[in-house]
């Protein structure tokens, strides 16, 4: 089975400017995650998905974050403006269900200057 | 939000050896994780406990949850180069909610 497909794998940008970050998720997971990843930290939900609704976003800094999953399936995530705090790696998930475990992509490394 | 502590948050050692990561929270969660990633990659999946008291053995590895679901181990006996990475626990709350603990990198020195 295809894993998760995340685009772009790096990305640098200028603080102030806008940046997306795409995901497919594994076909028929209905659940789907992304998470921020500062270097040397485990990973931070950001925004839980179940089909196209969203289940949990309370950590997301909703004032310059959005999240958006078009029919269920593919998933876009916005920074504007980014800051230079926003620097990590972006991984997006995708589950099955319950205690099934996570599978990840290979995230999206945003570097802000 | 629950939180997971890991320990040690950095280890390295000689191949050969044994080793214990721990995983720790005051809060109880409905199964724990144990995931593995490398650098420039996502983290995967490595074993689900979901009874209290579960032993599961992967190879070298062995995972445990507490009887009371609040904690959990890693063992790894005979540690090969190949061991190296960062091991990442994480805690299922409701909702299918994943809460990941900081990690422990760990080396496996030739």
């Known amino acids: 089975e295809a894993g998760v497909a995340q685009s772009p794998r790096y990305k640098i940008i200028e603080k102030r400017q806008s940046v997306a970050f795409w995901c497919n998720p594994i076909s028929g997971h209905a659940t789907l995650y992304w998470y921020q990843q500062i270097l040397g930290q485990g990973p931070k939900l950001l925004i839980q998905?179940?089909?196209?609704?969203?289940?949990?976003d309370s950590q997301l800094p909703k004032d310059r974050f959005s999240a958006e999953r078009l029919k269920g399936v593919d998933s876009t995530l916005k920074i504007q403006p980014a800051k230079l705090e926003d620097s990590a790696v972006y991984l997006c998930?995708?589950?099955?269900?319950?205690?099934?475990?996570?599978?990840f992509g290979s995230g999206t490394r945003l570097t802000v200057v | 939000t629950q939180l997971l502590e890991q320990s040690p948050q950095f280890l390295s050692i000689q191949e050969g050896e044994n080793l214990t990561v721990y995983c720790n929270s005051s809060s109880v969660f409905s199964s724990l994780q144990w995931y593995r990633q490398e650098p420039g990659e996502g983290p995967v999946l490595l074993v689900t406990?979901?009874?209290?008291?579960e032993v599961k053995k992967l190879k070298r590895l062995t995972f445990q949850f507490g009887d009371a679901r609040k904690d959990s181990s890693l063992h790894i006996t005979a540690a090969q180069p190949g061991d190296t990475g960062l091991y990442l626990c994480a805690g299922e709350e409701g909702a299918q909610k994943l809460v990941f603990g900081q990690g422990t990198r760990l080396t496996i020195n030739p």
């Open positions: 998905f179940q089909n196209n609704g969203v289940v949990d």
């Open positions: 998930a995708s589950s099955l269900g319950y205690r099934v475990g996570y599978t």
């Open positions: 406990v979901v009874t209290g008291g």
